[in-house]
């Protein structure tokens, strides 16, 4: 399981419904079920990926996170998870905000676009970084808004969204000290705790 998720199992309350938006295979509803006892739901788009969560026995419905979430009432949710798809929407503000409309509080993780290897690759290069971290080239790739710790946090102050939390992922031996001490330029990814 991604990294980024283990770790924000621990803002998940016990009993809690959650959404996962973006919930691929739903391994990771899957183990909040499990290990959390949570009600839980997922949104996804690709079929193979719903097919596969259908089969471990989870609710999802079939939706594209850019149309909205029109046909979920206020608050229907305790905790709305997107994990690794905000950069992957056409609208990620108005995401947010549909997010914190059907959740108590959301809970966002994507990959840090300022970490300093990144930053490196560009300089050097000339060229978008394909790492292990972003695997795909600049044609190919399903992340259309790259975005940084920074960025994050200055759309968190315009639409007047709470951080309840963060943590921050980074690489190598130290990575995750460095990360926490400037995660705009050590962070691999950013894992944010959000409400209103």
């Known amino acids: ?12 309350k016990p009993g809690a419904r959650v959404l996962d938006l ?4 739903g391994e990771f509803l899957a183990l ?3 290990q959390r006892k949570a009600v839980v739901t997922g949104i996804e788009i690709d079929p193979d990926a719903i097919t596969a969560a259908l089969a471990r026995g989870l609710d999802v419905v079939e939706q594209d996170l850019d149309g909205g979430l029109a046909n979920l009432p206020d608050q229907s949710f305790d905790t709305v998870v997107m994990a690794h798809a905000l950069q992957a929407v056409h609208y990620p503000d108005q995401v947010l905000d549909e997010m914190l409309r059907v959740g108590r509080e959301g809970i966002v993780t994507f990959p840090n676009f300022g970490q300093w290897r990144c930053r490196l690759h560009l300089a050097t290069r000339g060229r978008m970084p394909v790492s292990r971290f972003m695997p795909y080239s600049w044609y190919d790739t399903p992340n259309i808004h790259f975005c940084t ?7 968190c102050r315009q639409r007047g969204i709470r951080i ?8 190598e031996t130290g990575g995750a000290r460095l990360a ?13 705790h959000i409400s209103r």
């Open 164 to 171: 309840l939390g963060r943590d921050m992922i980074g690489t």
């Open 1 to 12: 399981m991604r990294q980024d998720l283990t770790h924000i199992l621990r803002w998940i």
């Open 22 to 25: 973006g919930c691929a295979d």
């Open 32 to 34: 909040l079920r499990e």
């Open 149 to 155: 710790v920074r960025d994050f946090e200055s759309l």
């Open 180 to 192: 926490r001490r400037w995660p705009n330029l050590f962070a691999t990814t950013a894992i944010y």
